[in-house]
């Protein structure tokens, strides 16, 4: 049986709902090695902004039950850089390219989204409105409905690119965000991002991490994220992008079955950097198992 | 720890490192770096080999597997050490497990370059944890211990042993490698400090992928600010890694 894996998200047309998420996976180059990246639905580049930038200072990481904490701090190339010397090679590669965006400003996530308009290659803009790590940054557009309305509103004002923003899971009421961004005219929205975290060190009672705090992922925030997605597909209509702690295709499926239209992979990439094939395998498995010939006709299906 | 790999193995560098994951647990979740000790072909099959010392929960979990346990070999991984072929003096300066991709580099250098004196200067917390002595001492013309607790060799630390002696290798077909606990590097940069020795050390970071994505396991440089120390490094040049 030939299986139909594509799903269409507010406008953006995927082979196959498995996309890597921003912050796992480098620009794309760093796997080559590892996997034929010309087989993922879509590839969701390191977070990009306006200038570069050098991150935290380490500590960065530091492992926790099933899974990690990280306040890598946003380090990146900025976006001229990314166009310049990341995109062309990514332009050889047949998934789609989406460009993980933030600022500290609106005015910042305009001119990003403004940039890379004229970029080729770019499919997408995923908004990151969320991650937790940096003192001045997402936290406040995310976890505010009238900011993260407000920044949503302003990038789909300027880009000619399908959005989508990133939510972060650090608020009261996911749904009332969500409301809100899609009122704002996202096309798309992802979630969870990481949950933040803090680890001490009871010897030298310090924190582990040179930030103090940083933001949870792996399975151990699987359950949240599920929990979340599946509230936010009832709350919205656009499509919903799943994301945290996946790690195999069960932990995939989990999210397409509550409603996501495509799912993330993103901590799971650290510990094996060809997950996403296998993940993208066994996902075909199950449907000729259960003899499921199109993927469309598997999401949503939750029955309680 | 010995670990049968694919054979892609055998181009391993010394200096380089492997990732290594039980199969199928959580425990311990992220992937461990190790240098690499040894590799070795035996009947068309490729063994890697580690040296490692229990200090929390993933070498524990590590100490207690048994013969045939799965594990999942990342690798080789990183910037080995570079050594010239007109190296006269190879001295190694080692703490602890950080012998292990020394004394591999002994190895190679020993069927490599011609010629070369290698000369280990070893250091461990006491006699019980200088591991790989035998190994080293087979392929060094000499290897020279202390203990912190002066239960063997020199009492006191490796780097001040290697302090007295640090005139014997000021010339220019003289290199210094080492790797070990970051306070030892520390110290040996600043004995190196101002001089024109060439050095290169092996440093250690905490990381959660190993081929470049995560940027958990960055190192601060003196020139090219935050670099990850399992693409741009494990090696670095000593006079390179700022150290303050």
Redesign the interface.
């Known amino acids: 049986m030939k299986l139909k894996m594509g799903v269409d998200i507010g406008g953006l047309t995927l082979k196959n709902p498995v996309m890597t998420a921003s912050?796992?996976?480098?620009y794309g180059e760093?796997?080559s090695?590892?996997l034929d990246l010309n087989r993922l639905g879509a590839i969701i580049v390191k977070g990009l902004s306006l200038e570069p930038r050098?991150?935290n200072?380490?500590?960065?990481?530091?492992?926790?039950?099933?899974?990690?904490l990280?306040a890598?701090g946003l380090?990146n190339v900025g976006v001229r850089a990314f166009i310049d010397d990341k995109l062309p090679w990514l332009r050889g590669i047949d998934s789609a390219i989406i460009a993980n965006i933030f600022g500290e400003t609106i005015e910042d996530y305009v001119k990003v989204a403004e940039i890379l308009n004229d970029a080729e290659g770019v499919a997408a803009l995923e908004v990151n409105i969320s991650c937790p790590n940096v003192k001045r940054g997402g936290i406040t557009f995310g976890s505010d409905p009238a900011l993260a309305g407000e920044v949503t509103r302003a990038v789909k004002d300027v880009s000619h690119l399908p959005v989508i923003v990133k939510l972060t899971p650090n608020v009261t009421d996911i749904t009332q965000i969500a409301r809100v961004v899609e009122a704002a005219g996202a096309d798309v929205l992802s979630l969870i991002n990481t949950i933040t975290g803090m680890s001490v060190d009871i010897e030298k009672r310090v924190p582990h991490l040179e930030n103090v705090t940083g933001g949870l992922s792996?399975?151990a925030i699987k359950p949240v994220a599920l929990r979340m997605v599946w509230e936010v597909v009832n709350a919205v209509s656009i499509p919903v992008i799943g994301v945290g702690g996946i790690m195999n295709a069960r932990d995939a499926l989990e999210f397409l079955i509550v409603g996501a239209k495509a799912v993330q992979v993103g901590?799971a990439?650290?510990?094996?950097?060809g997950v996403t094939a296998d993940i993208i395998d066994d996902m075909e498995k199950y449907m000729s198992e259960k003899g499921i010939g199109d993927i469309n006709d598997l999401i949503g299906t939750l029955k309680i | 720890m010995v670990l049968k790999a694919s054979a892609s193995f055998r181009e391993s560098l010394p200096g380089q490192f492997v990732m290594v994951?039980m199969t199928d647990s959580?425990?311990?979740?992220?992937?461990r770096p190790f240098s690499i000790y040894s590799v070795r072909s035996r009947g068309g099959d490729t063994f890697v080999e580690i040296l490692y010392k229990v200090v929390g929960?993933?070498t524990d979990i590590f100490s207690r597997l048994r013969e045939g346990d799965a594990m999942?070999v990342?690798g080789p991984l990183g910037r080995g050490f570079d050594v010239p072929s007109t190296c006269k003096k190879i001295v190694l300066i080692a703490g602890g497990v950080g012998v292990a991709p020394l004394s591999f580099l002994a190895e190679r250098c020993e069927k490599e370059i011609s010629g070369a004196e290698i000369i280990c200067y070893m250091g461990a917390g006491s006699s019980k944890a200088l591991a790989g002595l035998d190994r080293i001492e087979g392929i060094c013309s000499v290897v020279k211990i202390s203990t912190d607790d002066g239960s063997r060799g020199h009492p006191g630390l490796v780097t001040e042993f290697f302090g007295h002696d640090m005139e014997l290798y000021a010339d220019n077909d003289s290199r210094i490698y080492s790797c070990g606990p970051t306070q030892m590097l520390r110290s040996l940069h600043k004995l190196l400090k101002d001089r024109p020795v060439a050095c290169q050390v092996s440093l250690e970071?905490?990381?959660?992928?190993g081929?470049?994505?995560?940027?958990?396991?960055?190192?601060?440089t003196k020139s090219d600010?935050?670099v990850r120390v399992c693409k741009e490094g494990p090696v670095f040049d000593i006079n390179s890694v700022d150290f303050s």
């Open positions: 912050g796992t996976f480098g760093e796997y090695d590892y050098d991150g200072q380490p500590p960065r990481i530091i492992e926790t039950a099933s899974g990690m990280n890598v380090q792996g399975p901590t990439n650290f510990l094996n950097p | 994951r959580n425990a311990p979740f992220l992937s929960k993933g999942n990342l970071e905490r990381m959660a992928c081929i470049g994505a995560c940027l958990g396991c960055v190192v601060k600010g935050l």
